[in-house]
Every structure is written in C-alpha cells, then in structure tokens.
C-alpha cells in the first residue's frame, strides 16, 4: 500500500528529476504523470499509484510548495472530470492508455456531446443515430449547447443505436474524433454577445468500434457516470471564501458606502451565509468523492449553484442601479473558458442565466434530488416501455 510518507518521497524525486524553473511546462506534467502522480488513485501506467484518493493532496502540497506547473483544470475540465472517469470505468485498456495522459497533460481538449434540439431536459430522447458498418459506426445527427468544440480534439458522445428499443435503452457510447470529415462545429451566439457554446453538426461521421465505451445498447448507463461527475464538477468546484459570485457584490458593499440601502443590506447578508453554506457543503461533498463514486448528492449542489448564481447577481445589478445596466461590449467572442465573474455586473448577471440550463436543467436535477435523495415516487412515465421510433415528437 502506498503511503503519504512514499507520496511525498516520489514528489520530491519528480521534482529533483524536473526543476520547475528549468523544465519545460509540458515536460514537467508527463513527467508527473509517468510517475504515477497525476492522480494517485488511478491504475499504476495510467497516471495513477493504485493509492487511496485522498493521498492526491500529499502531491499537490509538495508540487504547489515548488510551484510546479498545473494542468490548467479549467480549459480541460471536461475531459478531466467528465470524459476520463467514464474512460477509466468503461474503456478497454487499449482507450485508457491512449487517451488518459494527453487528456491530463492537456494536450488534447475534450467536450461533450450529449444535448439535441430536440433532447436537451430529456437527454433520453436523442435522435443522433450510429449505424454499424463492418467495424465502424456511422453517425448522422445534431447536437447542441456543446462548450469548447470549438477547440476540442476529442469527444464524449452517447447515439441511439436501435430505435426498436424505448428511448432509455438502444443508446450506445463512444468517442468521436471532431477533426473527422463529417464534424461541423457552429458558433452559438449567447445573451451575453459571446459564443462559448456551439452547435455540432454530424454528418456520415465514422467511428471505430474500438472508441465504443461499455456495451452496444448500455450507453444510458455509461452516461450516468459522466453526468454524475460533471454536476459534481459544475456544483462542487473549489473555491475561496467570497471567491465566486458573492466576492464582487461584498467587495463593491464595502468600497460604495453611497450605494447602501437597508434592504440590500439584509438580502446581502441571506445570501452571503447561503454561499458560505453552498461552499462548505461542496467541500463536504468532495470528502465524499474521496471514499466512493460521486452520488445524485452532486445534482443538489449544482441546483444550489444556479439559483444563488441567479440571485446575487440580480442582487449585484440593483445594488449598483443605472450602473448595473451598462455593458461594456456585445463583440462577438470565441473563449476557451467559461468566466462567471469575469467582467462587469451586467455580464455577470446575463451570463448566471445559464446557470440553471448548462449541466442538467434544474427541473431535471429536481426530479433527481426528489427521487434518488429524498426517496420520493417517481414522476409518471408513460413512454417508459413504448420504443423510441414510436414516440411522438
């Protein structure tokens, strides 16, 4: 069993070996994850150590005391917590070794193709069809809301593959190449005068079988794994103390006094303790990730995030007043990353809008926390046994 005491001998040995102030950036992370210091708890050879989870922050004291370079989780976070657990729990060894280290290491970007036009609260009713062709499958289809296909080289993406079956079976999971001919990727322009998102278009895409991850049919399964780590991704990120939302709305409180008034003061101060409360509980929710598999527990944090995102920055708009209303420009940008603070307040305030629709709508995750955490009936579903190709839509 490896140990905190052998972690830190292994980190100091990496960093002897890969000085930070002398090694390249990208050199110094497939050094670590050769090393097995990636992340400990994964498979020896695929960046891992076989330790337990909770000894990855042995690593990243030692590293960060060095100040030894990252993996910017930010511009990968797709792939690092959404495409690279469901590889790890579903791919053959030939897919976790050729994708997991440049997937860490950053040099190859992920995104997600899950959401249709017409399959976004219902992902289950998906039209985006995989025909098997020898060893390939073809794919036709559209998708929609996808962050970063602009600057992905790879993807997750879940294809009915039987349309006899109802619409929760016949669906199958693969990894698509988005440089392949037949992958168009579309700039989606957003309130906020950004496109982040895109729409998808795949036309006769071919995949080999060998990109399949779990088995033909079981990709409703599959995909729960990965939905489950993104909303704990999206609702449990790590933050500081007034280091989301909350942070720019207490800062200009405290800089404007003229701003003031007496009923701000006590809606600012609601929700300043509920974003202390969300906070705490994301790290509680993290401790939990580390003993086991991320539970429907992570759709409470995501929904928790949308609505204080929404309502500090309505909060934040009227505090500042005619001010709140300018924006500083509608030019049409392609970012790499998603900024929720970024900018000014109106920003803030139209970009939170998406909140409660990116990862999962908050009805969705409703439903989810009534059902699997609370225990309550399950809603009724009449198309639960009727096939996919006989469903009106």
């Not at 020896?44 to 989870?53: E, H, S, V």
């Not at 000894?55 to 910017?72: G, I, K, R, Y």
């Not at 970063?148 to 693969?174: E, N, Q």
């Not at 990353?337 to 409660?356: C, I, M, W």
Request: with cysteine; glycine share 10%.
């Amino acid at each position: 069993m490896t140990d905190a005491a052998e972690l830190r001998t292994r980190a100091e040995e990496l960093l002897a070996a890969h000085p930070p102030a002398t090694t390249d950036r990208t050199t110094f992370l497939k050094a670590r994850f050769d090393a097995g210091l990636a992340w400990v708890h994964y498979p020896k050879g695929l960046g891992g150590l076989d330790a337990p989870r909770s000894l990855q922050a042995v690593v990243d004291a030692v590293l960060n005391a060095a100040d030894a370079p990252d993996n910017d989780p930010r511009r990968i976070g797709i792939g690092l917590g959404m495409a690279a657990p469901t590889i790890l729990a579903y791919g053959s060894e030939e897919v976790k070794e050729r994708f997991l280290r440049p997937l860490w290491v950053g040099d190859e970007v992920w995104c997600q193709l899950f959401s249709e036009p017409g399959a976004g609260s219902d992902l289950a009713a998906l039209g985006t069809r995989a025909v098997r062709d020898g060893d390939d499958w073809v794919v036709s289809g559209q998708k929609v809301w996808t962050s970063s296909a602009h600057v992905a080289r790879w993807a997750i993406l879940i294809a009915r593959t039987d349309p006899d079956l109802p619409k929760h079976r016949g669906i199958t999971y693969f990894i698509c190449d988005m440089t392949d001919p037949g992958v168009e990727v579309r700039p989606l322009r957003q309130i906020t005068g950004e496109a982040e998102f895109n729409e998808v278009f795949l036309s006769g895409v071919r995949i080999p079988d060998a990109h399949r991850l779990g088995e033909v049919g079981e990709g409703w399964k599959v995909a729960q794994t990965t939905l489950m780590n993104e909303r704990v991704s999206i609702g449990g990120s790590r933050i500081p103390r007034e280091g989301g939302m909350i942070g720019p709305v207490t800062q200009t409180w405290r800089e404007r006094p003229e701003l003031r008034t007496h009923d701000l003061h006590q809606r600012l101060l609601t929700l300043w303790v509920e974003a202390e409360v969300a906070r705490l509980a994301g790290e509680r929710l993290r401790q939990q990730l580390v003993a086991g598999q991320p539970g429907p527990e992570g759709s409470g944090m995501k929904l928790a995030f949308a609505r204080l995102n929404q309502e500090i920055s309505g909060l934040e708009v009227e505090l500042r007043g005619e001010e709140g209303l300018l924006y500083d420009d509608w030019t049409m940008r392609r970012p790499e990353l998603v900024d929720f603070t970024g900018r000014d307040a109106g920003y803030r305030y139209l970009r939170s809008k998406g909140n409660s629709i990116e990862g999962g709508t908050s009805e969705v995750l409703l439903n989810i926390v009534a059902e699997r955490v609370l225990g309550l009936p399950s809603e009724p579903r009449n198309d639960k046994d009727i096939a996919w190709k006989d469903l009106a839509r």
